[in-house]
T-cell receptor, first 112, second 111 residues
């Protein structure tokens, strides 16, 4: 692994199902983030973690949960998916504030 | 967190210099200015960051006037591959819940 990796790359999910999007980084970055980007629109922050063991809510946290049990991993869970959660999800990490952020390749999620 | 305003879209032709200006009237003393670039179907990537005057790297230049109420990202001699969305972020604490992106500027480079 080099950098930040997301899995899966894409997923079609039935409404009502539970889904966890995975994000792993090997840069020992303190801060990690989850964003969603709807087609043709900007990025919206879902949840963040400033350091392992802490998490916080972003702009659009409803319907999503996260955990940060260690430095490397920051999974995003949809407890019961709804069609409005159809989007591309990006995970990002950065060493500290004012340092550059690195983004994963994205997970394209379609809820039907 | 300083609010930023930048044009929604811009068009340019290959070989031209492109300047994208970001307004941030309520920038704080310790705030940095950071630009990211996002290609279609990819996550954003860091381009450049500055505090005052001018910063240049292999990709772009960032011009910041003395009052720091605006900044200009300059892309020299753009090519078709520079077609992307460019985001301006301002803040010392671009951290936690403050690490948010505005709509950005959609740059289209035409042949």
């Amino acid at each position: 692994i080099a950098g930040i990796t997301q899995a899966p790359t894409s997923q079609i999910l039935a409404a009502g199902r539970r889904m966890t999007l995975r994000c792993t980084q090997d840069m020992r970055h303190n801060a990690m983030y989850w964003y969603r980007q709807d087609l043709g629109l900007g990025l919206r922050l879902i949840h963040y973690s400033n350091t392992a063991g802490t998490t916080g809510k972003g702009e659009v946290p409803d319907g999503y949960s996260v955990s940060r049990a260690n430095t490397d991993d920051f999974p995003l869970t949809l407890a019961s998916a709804v069609p409005s959660q159809t989007s591309v999800y990006f995970c990002a990490s950065r060493a500290d504030m004012n340092t550059e952020a690195f983004f994963g390749q994205g997970t394209r999620l379609t809820v039907v | 967190l300083a609010k930023t305003t930048q044009p929604i879209s811009m068009d340019s032709y290959e070989g031209q210099e492109v300047n994208i200006t970001c307004s941030h009237n309520n920038i704080a003393t310790n705030d940095y200015i950071t630009w990211y670039q996002q290609f279609p179907s990819q996550g954003p990537r860091f381009i450049i960051q500055g505090y005052k005057t001018k910063v240049t790297n292999e990709v772009a230049s960032l011009f910041i006037p003395a009052d720091r109420k605006s900044s200009t990202l300059s892309l020299p001699r753009v090519s078709l591959s520079d077609t992307a969305v460019y985001y301006c972020l301002v803040g010392r604490v671009n951290y936690g819940q403050n690490f948010v992106f505005g709509p950005g500027t959609r740059l289209s480079v035409l042949p």
